[in-house]
T-cell receptor
């Protein structure tokens, strides 16, 4: 158990809909990362938040947005869903990036999104 | 874009044999990490090797890093069926904007 929780585990929805994925990081971790993994593919980095502020952006579509709240949990919002958005969405957390030390990431179990 | 490239893409060996996976990258790094992913599950951190280290061990895992060749290898000795998983390398580039750069992974199958 990594200490990172994600809800829901599974989500089935229709094209055009909007969904919200939730992530709670490990206790004490300030950074949250969101990744998308399509079937049998590698990880696509979407976005990172550090202590409530956006820190880095990857290949995140304009239809997707995220935020990190004062209690450090994060939500990923996916709107106008398309069939190609079906994937596993992972959240990961890590400690203080300014520590200059290793930036090991701890992954949640993921949310499997199916768009029909 | 992905910096790390794992090789091979897939590997199938008999239980008890050793498995070697390679990772190449393009830019200077602070460290390189290896992660394991069982099918459909979250990734699990295995080992981290810093740019000033050449070799690191953790149980049956041995990781090497050659910064001159910009490559790393992960050796799993005496493989077990439970080692069946995908293995990803991730680099922490020196000029990164705080994100790890991930390879596409090697799918390892251990045959009983």
């Amino acid at each position: 158990d990594s200490g990172v929780t994600q809800t829901p585990k599974h989500l089935i929805t229709a094209t055009g809909q909007r969904v919200t994925l939730r992530c709670s990081p490990r206790s004490g971790d300030l950074s949250v990362y969101w990744y998308q993994q399509s079937l049998d593919q590698g990880l696509q980095f979407l976005i990172q938040y550090y202590n409530g502020e956006e820190r880095a952006k990857g290949n995140i579509l304009e239809r997707f947005s995220a935020q990190q709240f004062p209690d450090l949990h994060s939500e990923l919002n996916l709107s106008s869903l398309e069939l190609g958005d079906s994937a596993l969405y992972f959240c990961a957390s890590s400690g203080n990036r300014y520590s200059m030390g290793p930036d090991t990431q701890y992954f949640g179990p993921g949310t499997r999104l199916t768009v029909l | 874009s992905q910096q790390g490239e794992e090789d091979p893409q897939a590997l199938s060996i008999q239980e008890g044999e050793n498995a070697t996976m390679n990772c190449s990258y393009k830019t200077s790094i602070n460290n390189l990490q290896w992660y394991r992913q069982n099918s459909g599950r979250g990734l699990v951190h295995l080992i981290l090797i810093r740019s000033n280290e050449r070799e690191k061990h953790s149980g049956r895992l041995r990781v090497t890093l050659d910064t001159s060749k910009k490559s790393s290898s992960l050796l799993i000795t005496a493989s077990r069926a439970a080692d069946t998983a995908s293995y990803f390398c991730a680099t922490d580039p020196m000029d990164s904007n705080y994100q790890l750069i991930w390879g596409a992974g090697t799918k390892l199958i251990i045959k009983p």
